[in-house]
């Protein structure tokens, strides 16, 4: 038997850093997706193959609870140590009488970019691995069993990145409740700076400047909250869709202008946020911690012209829309 099974990254709409200090944020499922392939073998262990995320043809195996690298593959081995968890979570609910998995991932989402990757594999991985050992798991408990396994590897995790991805769509979050908004087509362009922040050290940057001056910083924060709940408001109302995007565009500008002031931008990062701008986009702001990663740009008629100016200005650029679909069964074979 073979199992297919794909699941998408996601883009912080509105809200990252705020979110740290107990205001909403807004996520979403983008149509960039992990592929992962789940079959049986009868070596008895599990055999995990990765594929075009950094590293073509990197292959990893471990049996109990030994881990074998054929080399040190940096981010893409990171990659899979989510994989590995996904794995031994699924097992841990089924019998699977000694047979081996083999696993094969293809990704389109790169790594290290603030997209989502890790938590991405990690359903995908779980819906396919639970297909082929016969559990019906709804697309909730396999989110909630990634979020697990963002715990068990990261030690925290809101939750988010697992969320969206296996449940896809428009997410609102606030202090650990999900809430799913109406659907809307948002067409954007990702825009990747080919290099990545640490998350880790960004919050610990922000969170030093909030201590040293919070009369400045908290203000900044509170911005950003209401920021989120005009988000919010927008999708929800009965403005038209022209009306929406127009508003969700400069809500987009006013979020990035506050994450600029808090020091978490860099110049790439605003070089393609205002190549996009220039080109024509309605809005365009950094998509998670920043120092590096992606910024998004909301494009209605103009994804082609946006991808184009962020080339220039030395990015690489991703013409997606948001995902109704979180994780998807794409095939099963006996």
């Known amino acids: 038997m073979r199992v297919l099974a794909s699941a998408p990254a996601k883009i912080i709409l509105f809200g990252e850093h705020s979110v740290v200090y107990g205001k909403p944020a807004i996520a979403a499922a983008i149509n960039l997706r992990t592929y992962v392939r789940a079959e049986f073998n ?34 893409a ?13 699924v097992r841990e609910e089924a019998d699977v009488n000694g047979r081996g998995i083999t696993v094969s991932i293809t990704s389109q989402i790169p790594v290290g970019a603030g997209l989502g990757s890790s938590a991405a594999v990690a359903v995908a991985t779980i819906g396919a691995v639970s ?15 990634g979020h697990r396994v963002e715990l068990l590897v990261q030690g925290a995790s809101s ?16 202090k650990g409740k999900f809430e799913h908004l109406p659907f809307m087509e948002l067409p954007i362009v990702v825009g990747y700076t080919g290099s990545s922040g640490s998350t880790k050290e960004l919050v610990a940057m922000v969170r030093r400047t909030y201590e040293e001056m919070p009369e400045i910083v908290e203000p900044i924060l509170a911005s950003m909250g209401k920021v989120v709940e005009k988000a ?7 403005l038209e869709e022209g009306q929406k995007l127009a508003r969700l565009g400069r809500l987009m500008n006013i979020n990035h202008g506050l994450l600029d002031a808090l020091g978490v931008s860099t110049k790439k990062l605003s070089e393609l946020v205002y190549a996009a701008r220039t080109a024509g986009a309605l809005g365009a702001k950094i998509t998670g911690a920043g120092g590096g990663g992606c910024m998004y740009a909301l494009a209605p008629e103009r994804q082609s012209e946006v991808a184009t100016a962020i080339t220039i200005a030395g990015g690489t650029p ?8 979180g994780l998807r069964i794409e095939e099963v074979l006996p």
């Not at 990171?78 to 794995?87: C, F, G, H, P, T």
């Open 42 to 75: 009868d070596s008895g262990r599990i055999k995990i193959e990765a594929h075009d995320i950094k590293t073509p043809g990197l292959i990893v195996s471990f049996s109990e609870n030994e881990i074998y690298f054929e080399s040190d593959y940096g981010k």
């Open 77 to 89: 081995a990171e990659v899979l140590s989510y994989v590995r968890q996904a794995i031994e979570l």
């Open 131 to 145: 297909k082929l050992l016969g559990l019906e798991l709804t697309n909730e408990e396999i989110g909630k069993l």
């Open 159 to 174: 939750g988010i990145d697992p969320t969206v991805s296996a449940i896809g769509g428009i997410i609102h979050y606030e």
């Open 232 to 238: 919010r408001e927008t999708l929800l109302s009965e």
């Open 318 to 325: 991703m013409i997606t829309e948001i995902s109704r679909e």
